[in-house]
């Protein structure tokens, strides 16, 4: 079992910076590969990001290219998602979840959400 914690969503106004933060306990957390995903009203979950175990390999979905980061640290358990430039139609609930089974395995772990709002 990998239990997950959304943090750091709030109201920002376009162009403003975010930092979201996942806190995981259970599972070995540093030997599981992580991802965030998003979700706004009426709209289909997104793929956002995703980093391997060891931090050295991330993916990130077209829309978010160039503007969020990804990274984790081992150590505290936390993976992280650093959002800059960001734009109304960033608006969405943002999930973290975990991937235990592998890079290409799917998620089998899901936080409860965290809300960013971008307001024009």
């Known amino acids: 079992q990998v239990q997950l914690v959304e943090s750091g969503g709030g109201l920002v106004q376009a162009g403003g910076s975010l930092r979201l933060s996942c806190a995981a306990s259970?599972?070995?957390?540093?030997?599981?590969?992580m991802g965030w995903f998003r979700q706004a009203p009426g709209k289909e979950r997104e793929f956002v990001a995703r980093?391997?175990?060891?931090?050295?390999?991330?993916d990130y979905g077209d829309s978010v290219k160039g503007r969020f980061t990804i990274s984790r640290d081992n150590a505290k358990n936390t993976v992280y998602l650093q959002m800059n430039s960001l734009k109304p139609e960033d608006t969405a609930v943002y999930y973290c979840?975990?991937?235990?089974?592998?890079?290409?395995?799917?998620?089998?772990?899901w936080g409860q959400g965290t809300q960013v709002t971008v307001s024009s």
């Open positions: 259970g599972r070995t957390f540093s030997s599981i590969p």
């Open positions: 980093i391997s175990w060891s931090g050295g390999i991330t």
């Open positions: 979840a975990a991937s235990p089974r592998g890079w290409d395995s799917g998620y089998d772990y």
